[in-house]
């Protein structure tokens, strides 16, 4: 069995006096999908924007590495490396969606090319202004975005939110080949029902 | 090594482009510093009517008033750069895709057009409406650009540094005035200095210094603002 590529580690963090995580721990190998479930301010999204190197832990450790045998990255090389799919992400309402891809394509330093072709997986027109997106269409948007610089770590904040059938069929397969190809998710969703077969769990309920 | 400093450039580059995009579509920055800029050029030259002012008193007043334009229509479009990324929250998308110090430059470059546009458009219509006599107008042109960096790079650092806070409008002014103010009393006086034929002296180096100094500060700083 392979060994895990992203380990936390007693992951705490505090907003003001409010506890949110009380020493978190877990961890995720190539091709292993890590469910992270609970209520809502159970600590789910701020679990990901600590591993996304969004939030700094107040204690705790956070290692990742992209192969086996080499250093953990620090939190600004996980912020570019993992591919992040959050309520929380907004793209330019001026601009369309190809324009947004095509813009964060360059930040990335890759071609659009992918994020594109995941785009049509998904079926979201490339010529429609962002501001004028459904929140469905924004999801779709978020995924492309996510998947565009063809990340190996997914981490996934209630990632079918807002789809239509289609739309989170789509989403599926596209997580499907993700962990196939040996990629690693880690998934936050307040309800366990939409991921029934899922091994690895981690219930922040209280 | 190049590869590295060529993708940073295309990175920051991308920002810049951007930047100039959405503010096409949308002319928030542009309407706002057009307006504030218009505005303010016909107080002053309606307060100083149809003759003018004395040439020994236009010598002292004029430069004074020509940076108080520049200044507060810069300021109300500049601290945008970064609040506006936080108010969308486009920031996050931002955060996890750009390199910050390619993000401060790009959008270092966007205000640097933006202030020297506003200084072109301002300073030949207002110098024409009080009948300004500049005597030295190539130090003039050069107070401007050296003063309209320092007040693009002051500016683009403490709206980087607010775009977080919740009462950004209070701390960006708050902010901006010990940041800004050495700028303004050293263009003012080389301003003065232009405008009576003085030469430059050491205070041009002085202007040059603060651009650099506050540059740097903002390639420095920028990261540990931007990040957690």
Not at chain 1, 78 to 87: E, F, H, I, N, Y
Not at chain 1, 140 to 156: D, T, V, Y
Not at chain 2, 40 to 49: E, I, P
Request: with cysteine.
């Amino acid at each position: 069995m392979p060994a895990p590529r992203l380990r936390f580690a007693n992951v705490r963090r505090r907003f003001g006096r409010l506890a949110v995580l009380n020493g978190v721990s877990g961890a995720v190998g190539p091709g292993e999908m890590l469910l992270v479930t609970g209520p809502n301010g159970s600590g789910k999204s701020t679990l990901l924007r600590c591993l996304a190197g969004l939030l700094a832990p107040d204690a705790g450790t956070i290692e990742y590495r992209e192969d086996e045998g080499d250093p953990a990255v620090d939190a600004a090389s996980r912020r570019k490396l993992a591919g992040t799919v959050s309520p929380d992400l907004a793209f330019y309402a001026e601009l369309s969606v190809a324009e947004n891809l095509a813009f964060f394509a360059r930040l990335r330093r890759t071609p659009p090319d992918r994020g594109l072709a995941v785009l049509d997986r998904l079926g979201l027109p490339l010529d429609r202004p962002a501001g004028a997106l459904s929140s469905g269409m924004r999801q779709r948007l978020r995924w492309a975005w996510a998947l565009l610089h063809a990340p190996r770590l997914l981490l996934l904040d209630e990632p079918f939110q807002n789809f239509d059938a289609p739309g989170e069929r789509a989403a599926r397969e596209l997580l499907a080949e993700h962990l196939a190809a040996g990629g690693l998710a880690v998934v936050a969703n307040p309800s366990t029902l939409e991921f029934a077969d899922v091994a690895g769990r981690l219930d922040l309920g209280r | 090594m190049w590869r590295d400093a060529s993708t940073w450039a295309a990175e920051a580059l991308a920002v810049f482009a951007k930047e100039w995009r959405c503010e096409f579509r949308t002319r928030y920055a542009l309407n706002t510093l057009g307006l504030f800029a218009f505005t303010t050029l016909v107080v002053v030259s309606v307060s100083l009517g149809p003759v003018g002012v004395s040439t020994s008193r236009g010598t002292a007043v004029l430069p004074v008033l020509l940076w108080v334009i520049l200044l507060f229509s810069a300021a109300a479009g500049l601290p945008r750069a970064f609040v506006q990324e936080e108010e969308t929250q486009t920031a996050t998308a931002l955060r996890l895709a750009a390199t910050p110090s390619a993000l401060f430059c790009g959008k270092l470059l966007y205000g640097l057009t933006l202030t020297f546009a506003l200084e072109i458009l301002v300073t030949p219509v207002f110098v024409a409406m009080t009948s300004l006599d500049v005597k030295s107008p190539g130090l003039l042109a050069a107070v401007l650009a050296a003063g309209g960096f320092g007040l693009a790079a002051g500016s683009t650092l403490v709206a980087a540094i607010i775009a977080q806070a919740r009462s950004k409008g209070t701390l960006f002014s708050v902010m901006a005035f010990p940041v800004l103010l050495p700028l303004l009393l050293i263009a003012v006086e080389l301003s003065r200095g232009a405008v009576a034929g003085d030469p430059a002296g050491v205070a041009l180096l002085q202007l040059l210094l603060y651009d650099a100094s506050v540059t740097v500060a903002g390639f420095m700083l920028f990261p540990v603002v931007w990040n957690p």
